[in-house]
């Protein structure tokens, strides 16, 4: 599996779980203005990268994994925002955290590979 690929599908997987984290902090914490911007944010990493990979050009391609390398560092903020204000224990919020991270690696390493 290419690494293209691979980003895909852990960006949707990750999408996935942004969902239910959004549906959670609305059913159970009535939660609502933080959770419109992680779902934003954590669903649209995914989008652009697959949109990416559709890229009318190289620079196309290079600009739609910035976006998602942007989207990331906003829903790693979000993220960390839940765990201090306690809509999410810490033990919650690590392992989003950690797939968020993953994915922002992989982010970086792709687009370092792309410019070269």
């Known amino acids: 599996m ?9 960006s949707l997987l990750f999408a996935a779980r942004i969902v239910k984290l959004h549906n959670y902090l609305c059913k159970e914490k009535h939660e609502t203005i933080i959770s419109k911007q992680i779902i934003r944010s954590g669903t649209s990493i995914g989008a652009n990268i697959n949109e990416a990979t559709y890229g009318a050009s190289k620079a196309d391609f290079v600009a739609k ?7 990331t560092a906003e829903t790693e903020y979000w993220l960390r925002l839940l765990t201090l204000t306690e809509y999410l224990t810490a033990s919650e919020s690590e392992s989003l955290i950690e797939d968020c991270m993953e994915i922002k690696r992989i982010l970086v390493s792709s687009l370092k590979t792309s410019k070269a």
């Open 65 to 71: 994994l910035h976006i998602a390398l942007k989207e």
């Open 2 to 10: 290419s690494q293209d690929n691979v980003l895909q599908e852990k």
